[in-house]
Structure formats: structure tokens, C-alpha cells
């Protein structure tokens, strides 16, 4: 679809702030790098090989009897025993002497005259979810070596690993809840301006009762009471977020409620639904996205206060702020101070630059060339 003369000239002064036009896509790649985070980080293979059939344990519950084993439970490929059962189609017993047993096959497969079908295993580029216990021998946190790049963690889990799901969940979880605030406060604020007289001063009313609430207080009183979950803390953060996004929308609309043009719909039978929609809506969503940068970095910053005061995310959940707790209580181990520093600075930077270049789009003054 066909950009209209308006939003071409906003996207042509997007393009000229090179700041954020590179921004925005090393932001997109990493996001999107992230959002493969199980292709990329992860304690099952991507494909396996077996007996001439291919397994997708990445997608899919497969048994360790699926692989000539004797469990019913969930196989566990980082195990040389599994391993072993997979690359000599578990015909023979892989507990005592992986390499004599393919050996072995090999020589029975040249006897019988039969080629030995030897399966395989494709691993992801890092062979650890952000879960993944990692065998360090005994030392936590763990330096960043061959194995583990950047280390491990108190409780010897990849701290590549968790980076990666930590910054899928912290962008995903900011945008949602920036999503939902913004619409919440945009119908309110739109509400209030439009119509003004009584309708204003209730809401107005309301919010600053609403606003007086210690919601930090609130959030850490209810998520001690009904326990740490995901979906909780997003509610709680809307239902405290959006009052900070119907200021400016108000205003926009108490502004041009009475301009000539409105009168002239109004007079004209518009619809008022259709009168803020249309014409008062899109002149006052500019002053919005000049504090959407603020509105998302606020919101992964106050994720990652929750969760460093040990009040966000459940402990089973990849947190950038339990990163950074850990590096406080781990002095002895910086690897994990610095990864923590860089992980949070490059992603609010990002984030900040994309939208002063969004900010200045939409600003009809300026114009770049």
C-alpha cells in the first residue's frame, strides 16, 4: 500500500536522522535475533537423525524411547548416553564404551553388508537454554571461556543464554504494556478534552485519586500475596501506566476542540466519534510519541527495579534485573557487572535514538534534507 505525500515526508525525515535510522535496525536485528531465541539458545536440537527418520525435539516431546532407550520420560540429548543411542540407531548398550560401540556397529554393518545408518544431531549455535544447568566443575559464576562466552551465573546457568531471553522478554513485555497504557490513556484523555463540563471534571477527579496511589507499594504487596507471574505484573503495570499518558492527549483535545474546522463538522452533522478519530486524533498523537521513548524505557527500567528488589518475574524466568542483582552480590566476578551495564545501555540507547528520529517525523517544524 501506497504511503500518502504526508507520511512519505515523515519517513524522509526519519531516514535523514542517521542516528536513528541505523538505529532502528540494529535494534530490528537484534530483536529479531531474539525473538529465534529457542534456534539460537537452547538445551535440545534443532534436528535429529534416527534410523533413518528425522526428529524436530526443538518442537516437539519425544521420549527416550523414542531413541531405542528405556525411559518414558523427556530425553535428555545432552547426555553422552542419549547422544550415543542416536548416532548408533540404539541398537546396542552406550553406557559403558561410546567410542568401542560405534566401533562395533561399524564392524557388524560390514559384516552383514549393510551400510550402518549413523544418525546425528544438529545443535543450536549454543548448546544451553536460560535454564540449563552447566557442569563449570564446582565454580559459580563461572568466567567466560570456550563453552560458555560470557560466562555463567551464582546458579552456573549461560549467561549468553539468559541475555538473549532476557531481552526478548524485557522489549516484548515494555511494548505491550507501553501498547496498552497508550490506548487506555488516549481514549481517556480523548474523553475528557473533547467533551469537557461535568465528564472532565469526574475523570479529572478520579485520576488524581487514582494517581495518588503508591502503585510500587501495590505491586509489591499483591505480588507477595498471589505469588510472581508474568501476566500479574503487565495488569498491574497497565493498570497504573495508563494515567501518565491522558495529560497531554487532554490537552491537545481541550486545545482544538473549538477550531474552525470542528465547527464546521459539528455543523456539518459529523459524527463526534468520528470528529475525534479523524481530525482531532491524529494532530494530538504527535505531543504522544514524543513520550513514548520515555513511556518503554521507563517501563524496562522499572521491570528491571522489580525484579532486582526480587519483586518482578518468577526466579524460573530469564530477568535482566536478577542479572544484575547477581552481579552486585558477586563482586569476585565481573563478567557478569559488565555484561549487565552493556546489555541495559545499549538497549535503552537504541530505543532512545529510534524515537527522537520518530519524534522529529512527526514534528511538522522541522524538516531535514
Not at 538445551?43 to 523414542?66: N, Q, S
Not at 515494555?174 to 481517556?188: P, Q, S
Not at 465528564?199 to 504487596?221: G, K, S
Amino acid at each position: 500500500m501506497a504511503l500518502s505525500s504526508l507520511n512519505q515526508r515523515r519517513w524522509r525525515n526519519f531516514k535523514a536522522n542517521r542516528r536513528a535510522y541505523w538505529s532502528l535496525w540494529i535494534f530490528l536485528v537484534l530483536y529479531g535475533l531474539s525473538l529465534c531465541a529457542e534456534l539460537l539458545a537452547n538445551d535440545r536440537p534443532i534436528l535429529v537423525k534416527y534410523e533413518g527418520d528425522f526428529y524436530t525435539p526443538i518442537l516437539k516431546f519425544y521420549p527416550e524411547t523414542a531413541f531405542g532407550g528405556d525411559l518414558r520420560t523427556e530425553a535428555d540429548y545432552t547426555t553422552p548416553e542419549v547422544q550415543c543411542l542416536i548416532v548408533t540407531a540404539g541398537s546396542l548398550d552406550c553406557w559403558d564404551d561410546p567410542d568401542g560401540i560405534k566401533a562395533e556397529a561399524e564392524e557388524k554393518g560390514t559384516a552383514a553388508g549393510k551400510p550402518v545408518d549413523r544418525g546425528w544431531i544438529v545443535w543450536p549455535l549454543i548448546p544451553y537454554s536460560f535454564k540449563t544447568i552447566v557442569n563449570t566443575g564446582g565454580i559459580v559464576p563461572g568466567p567466560p571461556t570456550a563453552q560458555n562466552w560470557l560466562g555463567t551465573d551464582d546458579t552456573s546457568r549461560d549467561v549468553l543464554a539468559r541475555v538473549i531471553y532476557g531481552f526478548r522478554l524485557s522489549v516484548t513485555f515494555a511494548l505491550v504494556v507501553v501498547a496498552l497504557t497508550t490506548v487506555i490513556g488516549v481514549i481517556a484523555g480523548a474523553v475528557q478534552g473533547y467533551f469537557g463540563g461535568l465528564t472532565d471534571l469526574l475523570m479529572q477527579r478520579f485520576i488524581e485519586i487514582w494517581a495518588a496511589v503508591p502503585d510500587l507499594y501495590v505491586i509489591i504487596i499483591l505480588t507477595a500475596i498471589l505469588g510472581k507471574s508474568v501476566w500479574l505484573l503487565l495488569v498491574l503495570m497497565v493498570v497504573f501506566g495508563w494515567i501518565s499518558r491522558v495529560g497531554v492527549i487532554r490537552a491537545e483535545f481541550l486545545r482544538a476542540r473549538n477550531f474552525e474546522y470542528v465547527r464546521a463538522a459539528k455543523a456539518l452533522g459529523v459524527s463526534d466519534w468520528r470528529i475525534m478519530t479523524r481530525h482531532l486524533l491524529p494532530n494530538a498523537m504527535v505531543a504522544t510519541l514524543t513520550l513514548l521513548p520515555f513511556a518503554i524505557t521507563g517501563t524496562i527500567g522499572a521491570l528491571a527495579s522489580l525484579d532486582y528488589i526480587g519483586f518482578g518475574l518468577p526466579a524460573d524466568q530469564p530477568s535482566l534485573g536478577a542479572l544484575t542483582r547477581q552481579a552486585q552480590q558477586n563482586l569476585q566476578a565481573p563478567h557478569l557487572a559488565f555484561v549487565a551495564f552493556f546489555t541495559f545501555a545499549i538497549m535503552l540507547s537504541l530505543l532512545v535514538f529510534i524515537f527522537e528520529g520518530v519524534r522529529d517525523a512527526f514534528d511538522p517544524r522541522k524538516t531535514f534534507r
